[in-house]
């Protein structure tokens, strides 16, 4: 169940940082149940070259605006505001309620997002009978001009002109069962919910005519804890190999707000944590448990494994040029030949 009490404080926070006049800002949100099925996508280029991939550390939302300001190019998405070029934001939402969260949880990224922005009130300003929450396992929500007028959580000053971008919600798997030390889901139906979710997010950012994209880490950190790895590759295969998706794209952004952050070691302690609670559980069984709590081998093997790589990391060698080319490269058994020959 998720906390009302955090919708509400989200609320007034939003009430207290934005100007009346951005509540008057033109925007439109609209839900999408079934995405990979419902809609129909018109190929722009008949190139399946990939798009450039860029992992970068920073705040998501202010390096779509950044790129988006900075892009010139001759092949800059079509899907233009008043001139200028936008790149989307795909967003984590919470499944029941825009801003939500489960008791106990840290503030997601969505949540802050509403306190700079009126992310909120987009997603909130429909028809009492029709809501858009609660949110199908692979569907979504895109909003197309969410105004956002303070700087990142830990500089919330207002900027200097306030800038909109159009945001698509999500909602990740939380907390799926993994193995390999956190590297793989347990299970396949659950890997293929978020494969589903995010070829859901791409395709509502391709008919809306978007060839650009930002995400940040989706998925990832102590909410979600998806396997890095895995999802990691699930992005690149998709947009490789995906016949409505594969060279429609210009370029993938992927942004990690804090470059330090580990969901897979994570895992790790939650492993170590298991195997503790077992010896501990064996040890006052055999009547020890006075000899396990002074036994230096369970400080030792809290120290004994080595720290696991950061998401940003896990996301940098995934994308890494060189193993884009290699996985171009050979023949990819989970690709159909109706896929291939597409």
């Known amino acids: ?29 609209i839900k999408y149940n079934n995405p990979t099925t419902d809609l129909v996508i018109n190929r722009n ?105 303070l700087g990142p959580w830990n500089n919330s000053e207002s900027v200097e002109s306030p800038h909109h971008l159009p945001v698509v919600s999500v909602t990740p798997l939380r907390r799926p069962a993994v193995k390999g030390r956190g590297t793989i889901y347990s299970h396949e139906h659950e890997k293929n919910t978020m494969r589903g979710t995010i070829c859901g997010a791409l395709r509502i950012c391709l008919y809306h005519r978007f060839n650009r994209v930002v995400i940040g880490d989706f998925g990832l950190g102590s909410v979600y804890r998806n396997p890095p790895q ?63 709590t002074s036994n230096p081998m369970a400080a030792e093997d809290s120290h004994s494994e080595s720290r696991a790589p950061t998401d940003m990391a896990v996301f940098q060698s995934v994308f890494h040029p060189h193993e884009i080319e290699r996985v171009l490269q050979k023949p990819d058994p989970r690709c159909s030949m109706a896929m291939v020959l597409s």
């Open 230 to 292: 895995a999802l990691a590759e699930i992005w690149r295969d998709v947009l490789l190999f995906d016949p409505v998706l594969r060279g429609q794209f210009a370029y993938v952004i992927f942004a990690f707000e804090d470059p330090t952050q580990s969901t897979t070691q994570g895992h790790w302690d939650t492993l170590l944590q298991c195997r503790e609670r077992g010896r501990g559980r064996r040890l006052a069984a055999e009547g020890t448990s006075s000899n396990f």
């Open 45 to 149: 280029t008949q190139s399946t070259r990939p798009p450039v991939f860029r992992i970068v550390a920073g705040d998501p939302v202010m390096v779509a605006i950044s790129n988006a300001m900075a892009d010139n190019t001759s092949q800059a998405n079509q899907a233009v505001f008043g001139g200028r070029v936008r790149v989307p934001f795909i967003s984590a939402t919470s499944k029941r309620r825009a801003a939500g969260s489960h008791p106990g949880d840290p503030p997601s990224y969505e949540q802050r997002l509403c306190e700079r922005s009126n992310l909120r009130q987009t997603l909130t300003s429909f028809r009492s009978d029709r809501p858009f929450h609660p949110i199908s396992a692979t569907g979504g929500i895109f909003s197309n001009k969410v105004v956002v007028n």
């Open 1 to 29: 169940m998720e906390s009302s009490d955090t919708s509400r404080q989200v609320a007034a926070g939003i009430k207290s940082s934005i100007p009346p006049e951005f509540f008057l800002v033109p925007s439109y949100s």
